[in-house]
């Protein structure tokens, strides 16, 4: 199958593609130049994500997959906007750029783990660079690639993995999907990556790990944004639609109430589609 005949098989099976939605800047605090920051995302054709406060930092910059977060240098928590994403697999390979006019500020904030420092006034100048080249989103040569791989049939050994999963088997699946990622170089392996962490997050809720099942699930969640609703013949969108709603049972499961009442009904199934 040709990349063009495969584009219109997931056009038409999946509708808007992950890569046609715009790359996402989440804008820290609330910045006296966030007008500033607002005229850059329009420019380049950005979405901007404002988050005025700390709470649920982390998860959501995995839910909005950021491309970019750029930090009030001056506020009080810039340190915690700083650092937090550094500290998780789903976020840390964010880039960062601090925003300060005061030179100590700007050497403390590239000690701290932040990408780039830079002033108010070089935001128009610099912001929309470093996002052109550091933001994390796809290009055009990786986007065809991964069209004409989804299009094709899923290898054996992912069937395989796929009943150990539906079965239960969660750490077996994930020993034959980490080979099959190993193995793979091109951008289908977040397929392999994001069903096989998915599963890891269900065995640690089988075992009664909430923090361990919340950490691999919101790893899981940056592959699916990569990822077109169906590759392989498998259902990508139901699949994620599943970690989001386990991301948020976690999330919000009351620390004082045990984990053992956790609702094991959340943990749902890799569906193949018919006829692919």
């Not at 077996?172 to 080979?179: G, I, T, V």
Request: proline share 5%.
């Amino acid at each position: 199958m040709d990349s063009q005949n495969s584009f219109d098989l997931f056009g038409s099976a999946c509708g808007t593609l992950w890569w046609m939605n715009k790359p996402v800047i989440v804008l820290t605090g609330k910045p006296a130049w966030a007008d500033l920051v607002v005229a850059v995302a329009e420019a380049v054709g950005a979405a901007l994500r404002s988050y005025p406060t700390n709470e649920d930092y982390v998860p959501r910059l995995a839910a909005d997959h950021a491309a970019l977060i750029v930090v009030d240098g001056a506020d009080g928590d810039w340190q915690f906007w700083t650092s937090a994403p550094k500290v998780s697999p789903a976020t840390r390979r964010i880039p960062i750029v601090v925003i300060s006019d005061d030179q100590t500020s700007r050497d403390e904030a590239l000690a701290s783990g932040a990408e780039f420092a830079i002033t108010s006034r070089e935001i128009e100048s610099r912001l929309p660079g470093i996002l052109a080249e550091h933001g994390r989103f796809a290009d055009a040569a990786y986007e065809s690639e991964m069209i004409d791989q989804c299009s094709q049939p899923l290898p054996p050994e992912a069937y395989q993995a796929i009943e150990k999963f539906n079965r239960g088997e969660y750490y077996k699946q994930h020993d034959l999907l980490e080979a099959l990622w190993m193995q793979e170089t091109g951008p289908v392996r977040d397929l392999y990556r994001a069903i096989l962490q998915v599963g890891i997050a269900y065995f640690q809720v089988m075992r009664g790990n909430r923090g361990g099942a919340l950490k691999m699930v919101l790893r899981s969640i940056q592959w699916f944004h990569v990822l077109p609703d169906v590759c392989h013949g498998v259902d990508v969108a139901a699949l994620r639609a599943d970690a989001l709603r386990l991301r948020d049972a976690l999330t919000n499961w009351p620390e004082d109430r045990p984990f053992g009442e956790f609702d094991h009904s959340l943990l749902g199934q890799v569906h193949l589609l018919k006829g692919d």
